[in-house]
């Protein structure tokens, strides 16, 4: 019988094996919201979660899940080009890839375009993740999300670990935003050397203090994302082809840079995605989703920890 390791699963909630919190718990909203730019034309939002049942032939006892993600930071030398970045998007999305993003609170207020980017996004089926540096401004960011015609899922995307234990709903302007899984988590810092978790597979961390050990009472799903590079990506691949591994679900994830729209800390571009995916595609084992759906496969498939240290 063919493992789960980590892509696009609808999960039902009543079969949730973990006691972590359902990962689409209704979000709270306030009775008068602002009114989004009337200028903007919403989009129709295209769900991505969808069954995918394994290929016939695949005999790989794990599924590797591979999302991919950008963090837009409130700096404006961070700042995306809208109309490149869309772009970008509709060809990753093409290429059946699947997209989130982390933007800090400076570009949620300060990008002219952000709620078309927003909306325009999510048509393509991409997820909007939460991403702030101050850890108390995560209900901020989702609510501004909401405001800006987006709808914020549960992931928190890059935190510092000591951050863990404080972990819990926060509430901004009546609304309630509820964190589930984590994404992106550092020792340090600035992301020096050492300091940047570069673990792939997934668990529930037990504490701040004991950060890669399991606790299966625990509640939030800690989805590693690896080094981001292609060529990891693709030996991670073989080394789950060739057995090594007994995990029903892994993950790995891509990072492109917000700027360059190369992947972070390489050159590798459009081009060099585009043979990625073709080249990892021939693996039967390898699944596209985004980071929330890597988390709901990995409980659909019975919340077995899978950390992988990765150099």
Not at 8 to 16: E, F, H, P, Q, T
Not at 84 to 101: C, D, H, P
Not at 103 to 123: F, H, N, T, V, Y
Request: charged residues 15%; negative net charge; hydrophobic residues 40%.
């Amino acid at each position: 019988t063919l493992f789960v390791i980590a892509v696009s699963l609808m999960v039902s909630l009543a079969c949730y094996t973990t006691t972590a919190p359902p990962l689409y718990e209704p979000e709270t909203f306030p009775e008068n919201q602002p009114t989004v730019d009337q200028n903007i034309t919403p989009e129709t939002v295209v769900s991505t979660v969808a069954v995918q049942n394994p290929p016939a032939d695949s005999t790989a006892p794990t599924l590797l899940y591979i999302s991919g993600t950008t963090h837009i930071e409130s700096k404006p030398q961070t700042w995306v080009n809208v109309d490149a970045y869309l772009a970008f998007l509709e060809q990753v999305t093409a290429l059946g890839m699947k997209w989130s993003i982390g933007a800090d609170i400076g570009w949620l207020e300060g990008e002219p375009r952000a709620a078309e980017l927003i909306q325009k996004s999510e048509a393509l089926g991409v997820q909007w993740d939460v991403h702030t540096h101050n850890p108390q401004d995560r209900a901020k960011a989702a609510y501004l999300i909401t405001q800006l015609g987006g709808h914020p899922n549960s992931v928190v995307s890059g935190m510092l670990v000591s951050e863990f234990d404080s972990l819990a709903p926060q509430t901004y302007q009546g609304y309630t935003w509820t964190p589930q899984v984590l994404w992106g988590g550092v020792n340090c810092p600035g992301h020096r050397p050492g300091c940047d978790d570069h673990a792939v597979g997934l668990w529930i961390p037990l504490s701040a203090e004991q950060y890669t050990t399991h606790d299966p009472s625990g509640q939030y799903i800690r989805v590693g994302g690896g080094s981001h590079q292609l060529a990891d990506g693709l030996a991670l691949a073989q080394t789950i082809a060739d057995g090594q591994y007994p995990y029903p679900v892994i993950s790995f994830t891509l990072m492109v840079d917000p700027v360059n729209l190369t992947i972070v800390n390489s050159d590798d571009g459009m081009a060099e995605i585009t043979a990625f995916v073709n080249e990892i595609n021939q693996y039967g084992f390898v699944r596209w989703a985004d980071i929330e759906e890597t988390a709901q496969a990995w409980v659909e498939a019975g919340s077995v920890p899978s950390r992988i240290e990765m150099e």
